[in-house]
């Protein structure tokens, strides 16, 4: 039994290299180049597909929408500043005096 499977494994391995022997190689071309140089699009996003983009997101109201979208963008970059800062602000307070002093729940 394994040796009639691998026996039909064998065939199989057989009849794919002859598939690849088959098929044609690519073949250089006059400047003896295989691959042609890639084309890379350049593009650019025109104004009225933004506003179409804002209008999608804000409805009747993009401006307002925009305003509060940077508003809280702005205000979570403060949060992140600010726990950080007061992070180092309540560790400092160890420094001076001793631990019992300190006002842990603030």
Known sequence: MLAAETE????ATEIGIQDIEATDVAKPSAQ??????EEIPR???TAGSLKLLITSLG???PIM??????????LTEFSMIFQTWFLGYWG????????????VPL
């Open 8 to 11: 039909q494994v064998l065939e």
């Open 32 to 37: 003896g180049k295989l691959v042609l140089a």
């Open 43 to 45: 593009g650019h996003v």
């Open 59 to 61: 409805g009747n109201h």
């Open 65 to 74: 929408f925009m305003a509060i979208f940077m508003g809280g963008f702005a």
């Open 92 to 103: 400092t307070q160890y420094e001076g005096r001793d631990p019992s002093q300190v006002n």
